[in-house]
């Protein structure tokens, strides 16, 4: 039977500030300072969000869970992914790749990449080698090179039996 293929891409970012936790794919870094957002502002999870249902056609992480709306006041983005992964699935949509690029200064996150992708891997129902996390820096330029803020790019490529 032939498969149905689409891609889609998200993005997201936020300031680093003091008083909040860092979390970057689920899990909690040791930082002075951590993501402002409505929910723990993880930006890796949210780019990953938007991307897988970018690909699906199903808009974006306000449409789903608009900051206006209390029940994601300082929720765990994982648990977001793992909704919008769950709205993708019933569609019939598989999650076949998953490439998310973070642009952050500091702290490194090397020594916690593997526990990142098996994060995202879980939330969104695929093996861990269907999960890819890079990052890089911004060599002094912006917002994110100054230190003041972490972005995050990711490609989603999902599929399904054609109807």
Not at 32 to 56: C, E, F, K, N
Request: aromatic residues 4%; charged residues 20%; contains cysteine.
């Amino acid at each position: 039977m032939e498969r149905e293929t689409r891609i889609g891409q998200g993005m997201d970012i936020h300031r680093l500030v003091p008083g909040r936790e860092l979390w970057l794919g689920g899990v909690k870094l040791s930082f002075t300072r951590g993501l402002a957002g409505y929910s723990d502002g993880d930006v890796l999870a949210h780019a990953a969000t938007d991307a897988i249902l970018g690909a699906a056609g199903l808009g974006d992480m306000g449409r789903h869970f608009p900051s206006n709306d209390p029940r994601w006041k300082d929720a765990s983005s994982i648990a977001m992914l793992t909704r919008a992964a769950g709205f993708v699935a019933g569609g019939g949509w598989q999650v076949d790749s998953l490439h998310v690029v973070l642009l952050l200064e500091s702290p490194r996150i090397a020594s916690h990449t593997a526990r990142m992708e098996h994060n995202l891997a879980g939330a969104i129902g695929a093996p861990v080698a269907a999960v890819n996390i890079s990052s890089t820096t911004a060599d002094g330029l912006g917002l994110v090179g100054t230190g003041e803020g972490a972005m995050a790019s990711a490609v989603c490529l999902i599929s399904r039996e054609k109807r």
